[in-house]
C-alpha cells in the first residue's frame, strides 16, 4: 500500500468505486466525471478548501445523498443508508460535561441494532463488539467515565470506536484531526492506520492538513471548485498541479518532511493555515521575509 503507483484492484478487494460520479445542488457542481477505486486497506486523503464538496462525498459514500451523475458502490453494491459495511466519524463537536453519557454508551451507539437483535445473547455479542472496539482504540482507562468529562484526544478516539465497532471495511473520517494537539493528532491517525492495516478497512480521510497524515496517505484525492486530482502526494501535492487546480500560482516545498505550501490569499488559507489551528500545526505560510 505503500508502492507510488496504485496497484490495479481486483473486484473482491474492492472498498470503493465511484464511476463517472457527479454532484450538484441545483445549477452549481460540486464535483463531475469523478472516477475513484479504492482497495482494501487503501489510505486516501480527501484535501480541498472548504465547500469543495468533501464532506458531500462522504455523504454520498453513507447513503445520505444520491448522486446527479454516475454511480457509487461499496464493497460491489449499491451504496445505502445504514450499510453496516461503513464506519463514519463525523466532524467533531466537543461534548460538554454534563452530557450524561459515559465513553462506551458513546461507542455502543454504533451497534446497529439491525444486524445484532434483541435478548441476551445478542447483548453480550454487542457488549464484546463494544470492548472489542475500545480495545482497539486503547481507551479501556476512561471508556466508563462520563464522556463530557474526557479531553478532545480521548473523546476522539472514542468516536472512532464508535465507528469500528460494526468491523466497517470502509472507514469514513470527516476531519478527524481539528481542534486535536500534534500528539493526539499523531494518537488518533496512528490507530486509523493500524485499522486499516490490520484489518484491510480502506480509509477515506477528510482534512484541510496533510502533515500529520502524509507518511500514511497511499493517494490524495484534492477538490477545489469542481476540479479534482487524484494520485499519490508526491503526484498531487506539487507546485505545478495545485496552482491549475486553484488557478492562481502556488509554490509547495518541502521542508524537514513537511509540505509547506506558499503564496497568498484564500485559496491558500484553505489549504489549512487559516484560523483554527494552533501555532506549528497546518500546513505553514511562509511569508519571504521571514527568510534571513
Ligand atoms: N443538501 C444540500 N443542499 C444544497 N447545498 C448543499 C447541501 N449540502 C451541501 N451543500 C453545499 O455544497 C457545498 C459543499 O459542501 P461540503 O460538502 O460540506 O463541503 P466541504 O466539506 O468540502 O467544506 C457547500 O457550498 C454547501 O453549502
Ligand atoms: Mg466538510
Known amino acids: 500500500m505503500t508502492s507510488s503507483q496504485p496497484t ?8 470503493v468505486r465511484l464511476s463517472g460520479a457527479g454532484l450538484a445542488f441545483g445549477d452549481r457542481t460540486l464535483w463531475n466525471d469523478l472516477d475513484l ?13 472548504n465547500g469543495a464538496g468533501k464532506t458531500s462525498l462522504l455523504k454520498v459514500l453513507l447513503g445520505q445523498l444520491p448522486l446527479s451523475s ?40 454504533g451497534v446497529d441494532g439491525h444486524r445484532w437483535g434483541t435478548g441476551l445473547r445478542h447483548w453480550k455479542r454487542r457488549r464484546a463488539a463494544v470492548d472489542d472496539a475500545i480495545a482497539q482504540v486503547g481507551a479501556e482507562r476512561y471508556a466508563g467515565a462520563p464522556v463530557g468529562d474526557l479531553s478532545g ?9 464508535q465507528a469500528l465497532v460494526g468491523d466497517p471495511r470502509v472507514l469514513l473520517c470527516d476531519e478527524p484531526l481539528l481542534s486535536l494537539d500534534l500528539a493526539n493528532q499523531h494518537l488518533v491517525s496512528s490507530l486509523i492506520d493500524r485499522r486499516r492495516r490490520d484489518h ?21 484525492l484534492y477538490l477545489v ?26 509554490e509547495v516545498l518541502e521542508m524537514r518532511g513537511r509540505l ?26 511562509h511569508h519571504p521575509e521571514d527568510d534571513e
Open 37 to 49: 477505486d479504492v482497495a482494501a486497506g487503501e489510505f486516501v486523503a480527501v484535501l480541498g478548501p
Open 200 to 220: 484491510g478497512t480502506a480509509v477515506l480521510f477528510v482534512t484541510h492538513e496533510i502533515n500529520p497524515i502524509l507518511p500514511l496517505v497511499d493517494r490524495v
Open 260 to 285: 509547506v505550501v506558499v503564496g497568498t490569499g484564500d485559496a491558500i488559507d484553505a489549504l489549512g493555515s487559516a484560523g483554527g489551528l494552533r501555532p506549528g500545526e497546518g500546513v505553514h505560510h
Open 8 to 15: 490495479p484492484v481486483v473486484e473482491a478487494e474492492l472498498a
Open 153 to 161: 484526544g480521548e473523546q476522539q478516539r472514542l468516536r472512532v470506536a
Open 225 to 250: 471548485d469542481g476540479q479534482f486530482r487524484i494520485g499519490t502526494p508526491a503526484e498531487v501535492m506539487t507546485s505545478e498541479v495545485l496552482s491549475e487546480l486553484y488557478r492562481t500560482e502556488v
Open 70 to 109: 454516475g454511480s457509487a458502490t461499496i464493497a460491489g453494491s449499491p451504496v445505502r443508508a445504514g450499510n453496516a459495511h461503513v464506519g463514519y466519524v463525523p466532524q467533531q463537536r466537543t461534548l460538554d460535561s454534563g452530557v450524561p453519557l459515559r465513553g462506551r454508551d458513546l461507542v455502543g451507539l
